[in-house]
């Protein structure tokens, strides 16, 4: 772990490096806290100068200002902002790369949408399998297995696209490398 508390790289006793479960499930909250600081934000900037934050943050710079001088701490509340936006941003583009390029990628795209992505969390398992079946082919029907084997496979996919296939190239290496000999 790194000085700053950031997992800086895996070891056996850290089971929280690479865990994609963990980013969907603060994936809600961190919208809900975006949504509320973008608000405020904006509120304050109508109030104390009259115009929207894109407009405020353009006469910024047009006029030359440094944000590093800002007595209203604008910059932190930004800085908050923009980190919460890249956190979604990268989450979110994961998810639609999965979903266009997957074999599965609409099922699971809709598994990860209605489990961790709506605005607001549906009560149970059930409840999800229901938002789920109009997304579904004419005759393909879900029950609870299937729906946690389709979640599985859907985390498992955005994992790969979010930090590689490290586990199973090491996998496959290790395999090649034990198995393959030398033709002499």
């Given at each position: 772990m790194g000085k700053s508390g950031v997992i800086t790289e895996k070891s056996k006793?850290?089971?929280?490096?690479?865990?994609v479960i963990v980013l969907f499930k603060i994936y809600r909250s961190v919208s809900w806290r975006m949504q509320v600081q973008i608000g405020q934000v904006k509120h304050r900037f109508r109030k104390e100068y009259g115009m929207d934050?894109?407009?405020?943050?353009?006469?910024?710079?047009?006029?030359?200002?440094?944000?590093?001088?800002?007595?209203?701490?604008?910059?932190?509340?930004?800085?908050?902002?923009?980190?919460?936006?890249?956190?979604?941003?990268?989450?979110?583009?994961?998810?639609?790369l999965m979903r266009l390029y997957h074999p599965q990628g609409e099922r699971?795209?809709?598994v990860l949408y209605y489990t961790y992505m709506t605005p607001h969390q549906l009560s149970n398992i059930s409840e999800i399998m229901e938002k789920l079946e109009p997304h579904?082919?004419?005759?393909?029907?879900?029950?609870?297995?299937?729906?946690?084997?389709?979640?599985?496979s859907a985390l498992k996919a955005v994992e790969g696209i979010l930090w590689g296939y490290e586990e199973e190239s090491r996998r496959l290496l290790e395999h090649y490398r034990d198995t393959w000999k030398e033709d002499i």
């Open positions: 006793e850290n089971k929280a490096y690479h865990n934050v894109d407009s405020f943050l353009e006469s910024i710079y047009q006029a030359g200002m440094d944000l590093n001088d800002d007595e209203a701490n604008i910059k932190p509340r930004m800085e908050a902002i923009s980190s919460f936006n890249k956190f979604l941003k990268l989450i979110d583009e994961s998810v639609e699971y795209y809709w579904l082919s004419q005759g393909v029907g879900i029950n609870r297995s299937t729906y946690f084997r389709w979640r599985d």
